[in-house]
């Protein structure tokens, strides 16, 4: 890489979902700090960005197509906003609402107050629900007097779940909240990968009762108790929308650094200079000094398929689920259930064909006209992955006959809308740790070359954001050592 230090650093970045466009934005600002600039290629094979956020609107509706909003007791996508200039567009949840409901045959009943995923920070809410069984409470408590697991070797939730609590507890609570989270089967997902929290909760405390009570004392001392189900005091979304920041990350950047509709179609090395060629399917190639490589994990694996067959392997060795969100608009008068909550989880055993349901105009203000509901319908995922093969009309009567039946709808939709996953959500079953350790040992044969998103190691706003960043540093320190020039 000699004599090359005259001309801007250049950095590819193929995808722009949040993490690759957090990527740029976090290049773009530290690029001038350095003593040689970043020169910003973003490569987006669609015809718009934000990956799985998108929003549409349309008479007075405000439509997410993918997250809604995001968690704020991880940090980052909420310190993205405000860096951005997004602070005063953050709102919350509607405090009137904090709860959410799971059907039990066929009718919808609140989540035990304080039931935060898989463990209950009030004993008396879950005691008095009739979401369990007697036999299944009594199997739950024993998990006060059960031995804790020492070890740290991995477990699925459902093997996890199932030894500590119960099946019943499994079946009725945790795996309809879990899996609205990651559209999986609790059967394959690793404990470890997802929620390491609770496996550390059994280790520290002997059970994960006697933890979560602990953590309800303290949270209602500091003033943030109440809801169930999901914290929804810790979610918060943009008042426009959240298509608002990606929307402010791509207009962050320099002028032409961002290109739509250009896919890539392979990366390799280009030697002997040391840098990296990025094909395109259509016009010529470039030359990068670092490529990051912001898509799912098999969009990865072709990219370096010619570079690295085993990396190209072990990124395909991470599986995907494909999900649908169907939205529906009635008439707030067509609806007899009074929606007092955010939405309702759907245990599998019910049979049911969709995941759950979220009731977007509860949840947040203004997501639709005055005396109208809008709703969100979740279908498909791990464990219902054929439905994702039906038409988007099939998908749509689906949807219809479900929301119907659960919440008393009379009437035709007013407004509807399918929005796709393909093969968007990864899946962190059993063992994922251990190939995401083996990828970044790979990769890390070829500088230059970083791997980015929530393939990896986590998958919701704040983790992508979190990963974005992640991923830029790791660039800044490439070029900074190759370079062999420091960060002023």
């Given amino acids: 890489m000699s004599n090359v230090s005259a001309r801007p650093h250049r950095v590819v970045i193929i995808g722009a979902g949040l993490s690759g466009l957090t990527a740029a934005y976090r290049l773009a600002e530290r690029s001038a700090t350095l003593r040689s600039p970043i020169e910003l290629v973003v490569l987006e094979a669609q015809d718009r960005i934000g990956g799985a956020i998108w929003t549409d609107r349309i008479n007075d509706f405000t439509l997410e197509g993918g997250a809604d909003s995001f968690i704020t007791n991880k940090p980052h996508a909420i310190e993205l906003c405000r860096s951005l200039g997004l602070g005063d567009q953050l709102i919350g949840t509607d405090d009137r609402f904090r709860r959410s409901f799971v059907v039990r045959k066929g009718r ?39 031995p804790a697991r020492r070890d740290e070797a991995d477990e699925s939730l459902a093997s996890f779940v199932r030894r500590r609590l119960g099946r019943e507890a499994l079946d009725r609570l945790v795996q309809p909240l879990v899996g609205g989270i990651y559209t999986a089967d609790p059967n394959d997902l690793s404990l470890h990968a997802t ?71 392979r990366v390799a090395r280009h030697e002997p200079e040391g840098t990296w060629r990025v094909e395109l399917l259509d016009g010529p190639s470039l030359e990068a000094d670092a490529v990051i490589l912001a898509v799912e994990a098999h969009a990865a694996a072709r990219l370096v398929d010619g570079e690295d067959k085993d990396l190209a392997l072990d990124l395909r060795s991470i599986p995907y689920a494909s999900s649908a969100i169907v939205q529906l608009a009635y008439p707030r008068d067509h609806v007899t259930h009074p929606l007092d909550g955010f939405g309702v989880v759907v245990p599998s055993i019910e049979g049911r064909e969709i995941l759950a349901v979220s009731f977007t105009s509860v949840k947040f203000p203004d997501r639709a006209p005055e005396g109208s509901v809008l709703l969100r319908v979740f279908i498909g995922g791990a464990l219902q992955a054929h439905l994702f093969e039906r038409n988007d009309e099939e998908l749509t009567a689906i949807a219809r006959r479900e929301v119907e039946q659960l919440l008393g709808i009379s009437g035709a939709p007013i407004l509807s809308q ?8 990864p899946q962190y079953t059993l063992g994922h740790l251990d190939r995401v350790a083996s990828i970044r040992s790979r990769a890390k044969a070829h500088p230059g070359l970083i791997l980015t998103g929530n393939a990896y190691s986590g998958v919701g706003v704040p983790d992508c954001a979190r990963i974005g960043q992640e991923a830029a540093e790791a660039v800044l320190r490439l070029l900074t050592n190759a370079r062999g020039r420091a960060v002023a």
């Fill in 195 to 265: 929620l390491p929290q609770f496996p550390q909760m059994e280790r520290e405390h002997g059970s994960l009762i006697r933890a979560a009570l602990r953590q309800g004392r303290a949270a209602r001392l500091e003033g943030q108790g109440g809801g169930s189900g999901a914290r929804y005091s810790l979610f918060q979304t943009l008042s426009h929308g959240m298509d608002t920041l990606p929307k402010a990350l791509a207009a962050s950047l320099p002028a032409g650094s961002l290109r739509l509709g250009t896919a890539a179609r």
């Fill in 418 to 425: 399918v929005a796709r996953h393909s093969r968007a959500m």
């Fill in 108 to 146: 919808l009943v609140p989540v035990p107050e304080g039931f935060v995923l898989m463990a209950p920070q009030r004993l008396w809410p879950l005691i008095t629900s009739p979401i369990l069984s007697w036999r299944g409470k009594l199997r739950m408590l024993c998990d006060l007097v059960l």
